[in-house]
């Protein structure tokens, strides 16, 4: 059951920046939402992840893949049913399909990059980055 949607992909070349956007569609909201992406011949990776922690201790609202940190920023609206993700000094290793997903669970920090642990998934958006 698809009930979140992305968009934003495209082509670019290295060194550019995209934002992709991830957008609920029910009306809902989600507690934990990230971003996967898979290349051909290649396993399903987390990019980063973002998590609501209202009512729990948490040490911080996002995790991201060593690969990305420091180039990618995650972060969601205000009404909870959207999440971006800022690309910025592409490489043309992160081409991918990038896939959106979301659980209502409160995933703890060093789960949320799992893809295992989430039970919403978007159909991708393609991202190509040029050298």
């Known amino acids: 059951q698809v009930q979140v949607v992305e968009s934003g992909g495209g082509s670019v070349q290295a060194g550019g920046s995209l934002r992709l956007s991830c957008t609920e569609t029910?009306?809902?909201?989600?507690?934990?939402m990230a971003w996967f992406r898979q290349a051909p011949g290649k396993e399903r990776e987390g990019v980063a992840a973002?998590?609501?922690?209202?009512?729990?201790?948490?040490?911080?609202?996002?995790a991201y893949a060593d690969s990305v940190k420091g180039r990618f920023t995650v972060a969601q609206d205000n009404a909870r049913n959207i999440l971006y993700l800022q690309m910025d000094s592409l490489k043309p290793e992160d081409t991918a399909m990038y896939y959106c997903?979301?659980?209502?669970?409160?995933?703890?920090?060093?789960?949320?990059?799992?893809?295992?642990?989430?039970?919403?998934w978007g159909q991708g958006t393609q991202v190509t980055v040029s050298t």
């Open positions: 029910s009306g809902g909201t989600y507690d934990t």
């Open positions: 997903a979301a659980t209502r669970s409160i995933l703890g920090r060093s789960l949320l990059l799992n893809p295992t642990l989430y039970d919403y």
């Open positions: 973002f998590r609501n922690c209202d009512g729990i201790t948490c040490d911080g609202p996002t």
